[in-house]
């Protein structure tokens, strides 16, 4: 078995044993059934000494009920884009946002704020709401242990389209059009800060559009087709990323 990589958010100082987290537990010992002296690659989306890595530790003092993992060495990694980008995703149905959120994440976006907009047919709130969003963090973390990302993605409270749009940004603002004038790819893009709107399922509809516009959200399109909602947004960011970002 491969050295499996595991998120706990603790500090994890180096050269000393400490308590694995129930998550991380539950991951290492319940489902990959280590062991005491298994070798595993431990990340905490914290820097250390002013850089972003990951731990090599050892898994130590196996119990059912729980387990330490001892800190070796410390390991920066460089593997983030310079392009920082802001997702504002519609909220979609099914596992579609889920889906969404995991490859986003793994494509390299940095922020996610789910939306609610007239479209919109997932109708959350209150306690329902929290532990859906508790439920997409889950998803980004297990994105980066998978993708080998050492920055955690935050997935922030859903909010109405209106709220985000209107919120005070020096990003430049993309907002994903199947009739827009202008590819992504051909829009000259000087900011590494980006905030790319995708609408759900049905789209936005023209005043949501018109807001987006006044808040200076430019239209842009990858194609003369229309695309899913969980297609347009993955498209968009590997466009970006190609044009702009790591993968250039």
């Given at each position: 078995m491969r050295n499996p990589r595991i998120y706990q958010n603790t500090p994890l100082p180096i050269d000393e044993t400490i308590d694995l987290n129930d998550d991380a537990f539950g991951h290492t010992v319940r489902v990959l059934r280590l062991q005491d002296g298994a070798n595993i690659t431990v990340f905490n989306g914290l820097e250390h000494d002013g850089k972003y890595g990951e731990y090599q530790a050892e898994l130590v003092n196996v119990s059912k009920k729980n387990a330490q993992i001892h800190i070796k060495h410390f390991e920066e990694k460089a593997n983030e884009s310079p392009?920082?980008?802001h997702l504002g995703q519609g909220v979609s149905r099914g596992d579609r946002m889920d889906f969404t959120l995991q490859k986003s994440v793994e494509l390299g976006v940095n922020t996610i704020t789910p939306l609610f907009t007239e479209r919109c047919g997932v109708?959350?709130?209150?306690?329902?709401?929290q532990k859906?969003?508790?439920?997409?963090?889950?998803?980004?973390i297990s994105a980066c242990e998978q993708s080998g990302r050492c920055i955690v993605p935050k997935v922030k409270p859903a909010i109405q389209l209106s709220e985000w749009l209107n919120q005070k940004s020096s990003a430049l603002k993309l907002n994903l059009h199947p009739k827009a004038e202008h590819s992504i790819m051909s829009l000259p893009?000087?900011?590494?800060r980006v905030r790319l709107l995708i609408g759900?399922?049905?789209?936005?509809?023209?005043?949501?559009?018109?807001?987006?516009?006044?808040?200076?959200?430019?239209?842009?399109?990858?194609?003369?087709?229309?695309?899913?909602?969980?297609t347009a947004a993955l498209t968009a960011i590997t466009a970006l990323q190609c044009r702009y970002g790591d993968i250039k």
């Open positions: 392009l920082n980008i109708k959350l709130s209150g306690e329902r709401l859906k969003i508790d439920q997409w963090q889950k998803i980004v893009i000087t900011n590494e759900p399922e049905g789209g936005l509809n023209d005043e949501e559009i018109a807001l987006a516009n006044s808040t200076n959200f430019t239209d842009v399109l990858l194609g003369p087709r229309v695309l899913r909602t969980e």
